[in-house]
T-cell receptor, first 113, second 111 residues
Framework: GAGVSQTPSNKVTEKGKYVELRCDPISGHTALYWYRQSLGQGPEFLIY????????DSGLPNDRFFAVRPEGSVSTLKIQRTERGDSAVYLC???????????FGEGSRLTVL | GEDVEQSLFLSVREGDSSVINCTYTDSSSTYLYWYKQEPGAGLQLLTYIFSNMDMKQDQRLTVLLNKKDKHLSLRIADTQTGDSAIYFCAEHLYTGNQFYFGTGTSLTVIP
C-alpha cells in the first residue's frame, strides 16, 4: 500500500486477555518501529526491527510485550495478560534505511477495561 | 531514552507567526525532525534539518538549530486555523538508529 497500515484501528479488551496488533509497513522499508503514545504524551519507543530481527527491544516495558517480524515486512505486537495501564495508542512507523525519516501509521487504540 | 523537552501549549491569532521550541540532550543527533499530529491521526512529517545546518526554510516553515545550546525551533509564518495540531520534535541518533520524541506542543490558532 501507499502508507503504513495498522489494524485494528480500535481494540477494546478485558483485563487479562491477549491482544495482537498488526503493522504493514511501506513496501521496501527495511526498518520498522513500534511506539506507544499515552494521552498527552509523545511517542514512547518500544522496539525497532531492521529486517527480520529486533535490533533494539529495550523499550518493551516487561515480558508481557513481544513483537515479531518474521519475513521482514509485516510486524505483530503481542501483549499478554493485558492490564489497564496498557491502554494507549500503539503507533507503528517504517523507514527506508538508516538515515531515513519515520513514516507513521494512524495507530491502534487499545483500551483495556 | 533521551530527554527531548517542549512547552506544552501555544496559542496564536490567525495570521501571526508561531514559534515552537524544543531542547534535546544528545549532541550526537544526526537529524532533527518536526512532526504534526492532528486529532485521531498518526504523526505526519513536516520538515527536518541535518545536524550540521543552522537553518532550513520550507515555504511557511523555518527551522532553526542551535547545536551549541541543543535548541531547535519551528516557526510557522502566517499561521492558519488548519495549523492547529500537536507538534512533536524528534531527534535521530545514528548510533542505534533511534528516534526520540518530545512531549509535544499543542498549537491553538484563534480565528
Amino acid at each position: 500500500g501507499a502508507g503504513v497500515s495498522q489494524t485494528p484501528s480500535n481494540k477494546v479488551t478485558e483485563k487479562g486477555k491477549y491482544v495482537e496488533l498488526r503493522c504493514d509497513p511501506i513496501s521496501g522499508h527495511t526498518a520498522l518501529y513500534w511506539y506507544r503514545q499515552s494521552l498527552g504524551q509523545g511517542p514512547e519507543f518500544l522496539i525497532y526491527f531492521q529486517g527480520t530481527g529486533a535490533a533494539d527491544d529495550s523499550g518493551l516495558p516487561n515480558d508481557r510485550f513481544f513483537a515479531v517480524r518474521p519475513e521482514g515486512s509485516v510486524s505483530t505486537l503481542k501483549i499478554q495478560r493485558t492490564e489497564r495501564g496498557d491502554s494507549a495508542v500503539y503507533l507503528c512507523a517504517s523507514s527506508p534505511g538508516v538515515t531515513g525519516e519515520l513514516f507513521f501509521g494512524e495507530g491502534s487504540r487499545l483500551t483495556v477495561l | 531514552g533521551e530527554d527531548v523537552e517542549q512547552s506544552l501549549f501555544l496559542s496564536v491569532r490567525e495570521g501571526d507567526s508561531s514559534v515552537i521550541n524544543c531542547t534535546y540532550t544528545d549532541s550526537s543527533s544526526t537529524y532533527l525532525y518536526w512532526y504534526k499530529q492532528e486529532p485521531g491521526a498518526g504523526l505526519q512529517l513536516l520538515t527536518y534539518i541535518f545536524s550540521n545546518m543552522d537553518m532550513k526554510q520550507d515555504q511557511r516553515l523555518t527551522v532553526l538549530l542551535n547545536k551549541k545550546d541543543k535548541h531547535l525551533s519551528l516557526r510557522i509564518a502566517d499561521t492558519q486555523t488548519g495549523d492547529s495540531a500537536i507538534y512533536f520534535c524528534a531527534e535521530h541518533l545514528y548510533t542505534g538508529n533511534q528516534f526520540y520524541f518530545g512531549t509535544g506542543t499543542s498549537l491553538t490558532v484563534i480565528p
